[in-house]
């Protein structure tokens, strides 16, 4: 087997982010394929939730070195406050040192031929950097989603940091590595003598996690006697900028008063949504505390399994992210449920439900159109006409196809400099 060095702070035992699937099911598939990963990650510690149900997930044979990590928000803060270069690019810097240290070590103890560095913690991206300029290896940056954009990061010092570590990796690695087709052309665009080195590698879902979801019912809160309300699930985190539910709310709460809609015919459930006080005083600002669930996290499989067992699912994606893709949309396309998208339809999120035959979508910043989909959705539910994802969508999106993608791009990685990677 070749090996490759895979640096990624999403690693299980972290809870809470779907993120943490991209990098565990890559390590799980690539040995099948040629590959042996070897994973640099941080310490438990730096992680703010921590959760034990996917450590079995990573295969006995891995080799798993965890390097120290500190979070500057909870370690390093006196009296609610750190200093900003604690915390630039992000709050994980402290993992660059030891990180390189151990890399260095696993390096000359495995000598493995490519290099990976995983985002969104940008420091990632910063240890891959010093091992490639240390020892030549080949490195792979994978980017998932832009860094520096319009307005994010907020603080100017930390968008700056930003700017130039893409612009490093951009400059120096092998192919850049995005999960959307609207990220790599932005880049592309941003780096036009690099544009060629600007690869798409979507996210996925994974097939033995689903085969091994245990079966849950719809909801035990909900008395399934007669006639009973559509389920809608909204599972992961409601980010209060990029997936702002206010307009949901209020079209629920308009509805409700025109008498078109009631809690008896749709309940929208948040499941680890993070943000339950937000929601909840939305909610209530806008007369829709009636509509929705607010649900704790729960473990990987049960989460699955959930989206198997509700009526439908909910997308939230604001423009603002038109060239991101929420990671959990290829397990509702796997779940087999209506899903309802709340995006601008001109980006990426509303181009997957499209390709997948799914064309419930209206803009998540207006009342009027979701006001329009909410009651037709519930009407063609009741009927049994309600949309589902095509099956070749489906297939299309497993994360072992994936793998294979990736491990198409480490061997063009090792080829001679100046070898592009193809598409």
Same mark, same amino acid.
Not at 377 to 390: I, M, Y
């Given at each position: 087997l070749k090996r490759v060095l895979m640096i990624a702070y999403h690693f299980p035992p972290l809870a809470g982010s779907s993120g943490i699937q991209r990098t565990l099911r890559f390590v799980q598939h690539l040995p099948a394929? &040629? #590959?042996q990963p070897l994973v640099l990650s941080a310490h438990p510690r730096a992680y703010e939730n921590t959760s034990d149900d996917l450590l079995a997930d990573v295969p006995a044979a891995a080799v798993v070195r965890r390097a120290?990590?500190?979070?500057a928000a909870r370690h390093l803060q006196l009296k609610g406050r750190y200093l900003g270069w604690m915390a630039r690019p992000d709050r994980w810097i402290s993992w660059r040192f030891d990180a390189v240290r151990q890399g260095l070590q696993l390096i000359e103890q495995y000598k493995p031929d490519v290099i990976w560095s995983t985002y969104p913690i940008a420091t990632a991206h910063l240890i891959a950097s010093r091992l490639h300029r240390k020892t030549g290896i080949p490195w792979i940056a994978d980017f998932r989603d832009p860094m520096a954009q319009d307005g994010f990061p907020a603080d100017r010092r930390t968008w700056q940091s930003y700017l130039a570590i893409e612009a490093d990796a951009v400059a120096h690695a092998r192919c850049c590595v995005f999960t959307t087709p609207g990220a790599a052309r932005m880049y592309q665009q941003r780096y036009p003598n690099a544009a060629s080195r600007m690869v798409v590698l979507e996210n996925g879902y994974d097939e033995e996690s689903f085969a091994s979801a245990a079966p849950q019912p719809i909801n035990d809160s909900i008395r399934a006697t007669g006639r009973r309300p559509l389920v809608m699930l909204h599972s992961g985190i409601v980010y209060p900028l990029e997936r702002d539910p206010a307009q949901l709310f209020e079209a629920l709460g308009q509805l409700q008063k025109a008498g078109t809609l009631s809690p008896a015919d749709l309940r929208i459930r948040f499941r680890a949504s993070v943000h339950e006080d937000l929601l909840q005083s939305l909610a209530q600002a806008h007369g829709a505390q009636d509509f929705i669930e607010l649900c704790p996290a729960i473990p990987y499989r049960d989460a699955l399994a959930e989206m198997m067992a509700v009526d439908a699912? =909910?997308?939230l994606q604001a423009s603002n992210c038109n060239e991101q893709i929420p990671a959990k949309i290829y397990e509702y396309l796997r779940a087999g449920k209506p899903i309802l998208g709340l995006t601008d339809p001109a980006g990426d999120t509303a181009g997957v439900l499209r390709g997948a035959g799914l064309h419930d979508i209206a803009r998540l910043d207006s009342v009027d159109e979701i006001a329009r989909m909410l009651p037709a =959705?519930?009407?063609? #539910?009741?009927? &049994?006409?309600?949309?589902?994802?095509?099956k070749s969508a489906v297939q299309q999106a497993s994360r072992h196809g994936r793998s294979q993608v990736l491990a198409d791009l480490l061997t063009q990685a090792?080829?001679?400099? &100046?070898?592009?990677?193809s598409r």
């Open positions: 394929l &040629g #590959w120290f990590a500190l979070d699912l =909910l997308v =959705l519930v009407h063609d #539910w009741r009927l &049994g006409k309600a949309s589902l994802p095509q090792t080829a001679a400099p &100046g070898v592009a990677a």
